[in-house]
């Protein structure tokens, strides 16, 4: 009887992946390095404009880290739990956004994450500039404004401004909504 051998099965760990929009979850070989789970991460959302973009992760100590492409996922300093959670950002801003960013899904994940930068208040924006980006914002999520099709109300569920923004001013939701409403209607035809 010809000796049978039996292969092993690699020992694999699950991780998470969040980007500012989406969440996937992959199974990895433990000898997987950092840039084979980036690459696939990109492969798997269509972004070809990678070079901005790294894997960010909590390590044991509770500190923001970036994960090394270069070196083993395993071989990091990551917490001792499955699925290893990581978060998809942008790592490096171009010095010219509507020149440089080529790809709409590279536009899109840098709009989402300096939305959310600003309204965690992580960057500063004026309140003027605040309500007109969340103008532009309404714009990109619903088109050009229509009065017959938006009444007054809709975008009571959208988070729109900084806390800070709502604060410095004594303003209703309603009052803020016409400011938006108001820009947002001169965007017609900004939208591709």
């Known amino acids: 009887m010809p000796w049978l051998t039996l292969k092993r099965a690699p020992k694999t760990f ?3 992946v969040t980007t500012m929009d989406a969440e ?13 789970l980036f690459d696939l991460v990109c492969r798997t959302i269509g972004l070809r404009e990678t070079w901005y973009f790294g ?13 090394k492409f270069d070196r083993k ?6 917490p001792n739990e499955e699925p290893v959670n990581f978060l998809f ?20 994940l840098f709009f989402l994450q300096v939305k959310q930068c600003i309204l965690n208040m992580d960057i500063y924006c004026p309140p003027e500039a605040s309500v007109l980006l969340a103008s532009y ?14 009444q ?17 001013y004594k303003m209703t939701p309603q009052m803020w909504e016409e400011r938006i409403v108001g820009l947002y209607a001169d965007h017609r035809g900004m939208t591709r």
């Open 24 to 36: 996937m979850e992959f199974s990895l070989e433990w000898k997987s390095t950092g840039r084979h």
């Open 152 to 168: 007054p109300g809709f975008l009571c569920n959208d988070d729109l401004l900084p806390q800070r923004v709502l604060d410095q």
């Open 73 to 78: 996922v395993r071989d990091q300093d990551l």
């Open 89 to 108: 950002m942008a790592k490096f801003y171009p010095e010219a956004v509507e020149e440089e960013l080529i790809q709409e899904i590279t536009q899109h």
């Open 14 to 16: 699950d991780v998470r």
């Open 137 to 150: 914002a309404v714009q990109a999520k619903y088109g050009d404004y229509d009065r017959s099709v938006y």
């Open 55 to 67: 894997l960010q992760y909590i390590d044991k100590k509770g500190y923001t880290a970036w994960l």
